[in-house]
Nanobody
C-alpha cells in the first residue's frame, strides 16, 4: 500500500510563491503517475497538474499554466508543485494523488492513492 504525505502549505500574499512536496512510501517505486488536485470550500475537487515517473510527461489545468510547475525526484519518491504568482482563487486544500494505470491526462479524481491534504491560503 502506498502512503502519500504532503507538506509545504501555508499562508502567502497574492503574487507570492510556495512549494508543495509529496513524499511516497510503502513500496519500492512511487506510483507511475503523480498528480496534484485542490479543493476549495463548497467546490468540487479539481485537477491541478500531473507528471509521469518515466519520461516526466506533464499536464496542467489551464488555470495554472505558466504559474505552477510540477516535478518529481524518483530517487526520493517525491513530487513537487512550485506555485508562483499566487492568486486568492488558488486558496484551497491541495491533495497529492498517485496511480499506476492512468497517464497525466487523467484529470478526474479517480486516482488510487491520496494524501491527507495541505492548506494553501492566498491573501489579497
Amino acid at each position: 500500500q502506498v502512503q502519500l504525505v504532503e507538506s509545504g502549505g501555508g499562508l502567502v500574499q497574492a503574487g507570492g510563491s510556495l512549494r508543495l512536496s509529496c513524499a511516497a512510501s510503502g513500496r519500492t517505486f512511487s506510483p507511475s503517475t503523480m498528480a496534484w488536485f485542490r479543493q476549495a470550500p463548497r467546490k468540487e475537487r479539481e485537477f491541478v497538474a500531473a507528471i509521469t515517473r518515466i519520461g516526466g510527461m506533464t499536464n496542467y489545468a489551464d488555470s495554472v499554466k505558466g504559474r505552477f510547475t510540477i516535478s518529481r525526484d524518483n530517487v526520493k519518491k517525491t513530487v513537487y508543485l512550485q506555485m508562483n504568482t499566487l492568486k486568492p482563487e488558488d486558496t484551497a486544500v491541495y491533495y497529492c494523488a498517485g496511480d499506476d494505470n492512468f497517464g497525466p491526462r487523467m484529470t478526474m479524481p479517480n486516482y488510487q492513492f491520496w494524501g491527507q491534504g495541505t492548506q494553501v491560503t492566498v491573501s489579497s
